[in-house]
Structure formats: C-alpha cells, structure tokens
C-alpha cells in the first residue's frame, strides 16, 4: 500500500497504548503475508574497532583515545564464523570500524574467502552467507569484496536529511558520499542494507517519516535501525545531549512497524541498542515486524571495546549461551527460526515485480 508523508507521521507518532498495539498489529499481519513468520539469525563478528573516522556520536570514533584498538585475527574469526554455521546460522555479519588501506582491504578479502571455504556443508553447500559493515569504499574495493564472496553490505545512511547528517558527522563525512556509495552497491549486486539512528539530537517525526521514504525510493532490501544511545565519550553526550530513553524505545518500535507497513517485502532487524534500552527489547522488535536478529558472536575477550554506545548488552556470555538463549527466546514468542539457510529478503528477488 502507498502511504503519504502525513500517514507515516501519524504512525511514528503514536503514544496510547491500545493505538499502538493497533499498530504492532497492522505491521505484524504485513510482515506475515510478505515474509511468513520466520525468524533468521546471523552471526554478528565485530572483527575491528580500529576507525579512521570521527563520527560524532559513535565511541568507537577515531579520537576517542580511552579505546583500546584491537584486530581479531584470522583464526578467531574463522572460529566465530565456524561457531554461527554449527548453531545453524545460515549467515553471518562482519563489521567493524572504517579503514581503506590496502592491508585492510585484502585481509577482508582474504578472510570472506575463507569463511566461504571452511563452511561448505551438507546443509550450506555454498557456506554461510555473508554480509559486510565495512564503512564506506571505493567502488573497486566494494567489487573485490562481492567477488571474494560477500553478497549483502549494510551500510547506514544515519539520516536522510543532509542538514542532520551534517551535523553528525565531522565536515569531510559528506552525505553524497555515503548516496553514492549505496548506489554502486546495488549496481554491483550486493543486496543492499541501510537504516538510521531514531532519536537523534534535533531529529523531527517528519525526519524519520522522510528516513522510511528514502529507504523506499534507493530499493534498500535490509533495513537495520535502533535508538540513538548517547556515549559518554563523544561530542554527543548525554551531558550537552540529554535524552528521553523511553521517547526512543518506542520511536524504535514505531519505526520498525511503520517500515513495515510501508517497504512490505524487506527484512528488517531489532537491533542490539533496542535491547541495550530495555532486557527483551529485541524480541520485542520482532513483534512489531521485524524478522531478521543478528546475535553477537564475537569473541568474549574484545567484546567490551567495541563499544558504540553505552549499556551494550550481552558483554558477559559465552558465543554458545547467546546462541541457545536468542533460540530459546525468539521460539517463546511463538515464532520459528529458520536454520541453515541464508535468509535472503524476499524483496532483492520482487525487485520490479511489485
Ligand atoms: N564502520 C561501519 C559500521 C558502523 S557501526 C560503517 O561505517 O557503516 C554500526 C552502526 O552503529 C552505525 O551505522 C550507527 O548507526 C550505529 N551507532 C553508532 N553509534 C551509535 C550510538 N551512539 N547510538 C546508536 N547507534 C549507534
């Protein structure tokens, strides 16, 4: 269905408790009829926090010296890369800080490669499917990775709005760049994943009304999005930003229905900063139409310096606790995960149908 502007706002705006359930609802049943009621999983390896860039509200950005950098080697991502395939992950996300350097690039390459290689089984005769969240590249590097083996790469527009984007980023982030980046790669083929930060300082109902519109107009497949969390490192603290955590819980959960409603076919995820504002607060994005959870998998040992925001969740468990408890969880409300498959969006394979 096509929705206006005023509609969308409308949706994003919605505090009663019954007018929200009405529209948990709405985009449950969407979500239903477009993508059934299967849950997918993938692995989240958060591989590097090394970043050479300065994103203001981001605490893993260059500047913030109290970070410890760290690179996890081959060996431990194959590990966690091994570890997703035998939960039955059918795909897993490598993300990281930002780099460009040629070193960088290649051990990307090399270790998508492998991942490929290593978990080739019965179930996945391709191994698992894998996604890159790598930063913005250039169009050559974004092609050496599709060729290596990657087939989706998320990357955040933040804000569709340059004026906020502008805001957020220090000046030689430019909001073209990022445009263009996801344009090349949908020309290359990847499927294509971008999202926002809900909540942000100065950021309107309209903004995010414009945000799920924008995800529309590029044809993104993936949409992953949460509540901006202040980190107390950053330009954009809680002191000089003060926020309303309840205000971006539900604008969260608003934003995942509403892009339900409006992209209908697309896989959308609950993200971990929605479970960093409230215990359950993933399962709770699953009911409002989100169908897609990436459980950390990262090893124990750097999992605390990769610190985005304040209050990650999940520092403390082992790869294998955090894989049977998102099973556990994801199964109680009623919903089944689908194992050993990558978990494609419907809507990279309806693209120009609909
Ligand atoms: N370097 C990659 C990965 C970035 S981290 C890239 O540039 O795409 C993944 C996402 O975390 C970001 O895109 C951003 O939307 C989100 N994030 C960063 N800081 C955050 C904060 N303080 N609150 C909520 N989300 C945040």
Known sequence: MAYTKNEIINMLATVADDEVEKLRQQAYSVMLENCGSNVYLRGLIEFSNICTNNCNYCGIRKSNHKV???????????????????????????????????????FV????????????????????????????????????????GAHRYLLRIESSNPELYAKIHPGEMKFENRLHCLEVLKKIGYQIGTGVMIGLPGQTLEDLAND??????????????????????????????????????????????????????????????????????????????ANVIMPQQTCQEVRNEYLLYDGKPFLNETIDELASGVKQKVEALGRKIAFNTFGDPLHFFNRGKK
């Open 212 to 289: 799920i519109l924008f995800f529309k107009s590029i044809d993104a497949d993936m949409i992953g999005m949460g509540p901006f969390i202040p980190h107390k490192d950053t330009p954009m603290n809680e002191e000089k930003f003060p926020w309303d955590k309840n205000r971006n819980y539900r604008l969260g959960l608003n934003m995942i229905a509403a892009t339900r409603l409006v992209l209908e076919d697309v896989n959308i995820a609950s993200t971990t900063s929605l479970q960093a504002i409230a215990e359950g607060g993933r399962e709770h994005g699953l009911m409002f139409g």
């Open 68 to 106: 410890h950098r760290y690179q996890l080697n081959r060996e431990n991502i194959l590990q966690s890369a091994i570890m997703s395939m035998k939960s039955g992950f059918g795909s897993v996300v490598l993300q990281s800080g930002q780099r460009q350097d040629a070193e960088f690039v290649g």
């Open 109 to 148: 390459c090399s270790i998508v490669r492998e991942i490929k290689q290593i978990t080739k089984s019965e179930m996945l005769p391709n191994g698992v499917g894998i996604t890159l969240s790598v930063g913005e590249q250039s169009e050559e590097t974004y092609r050496k990775f599709f060729d290596a």
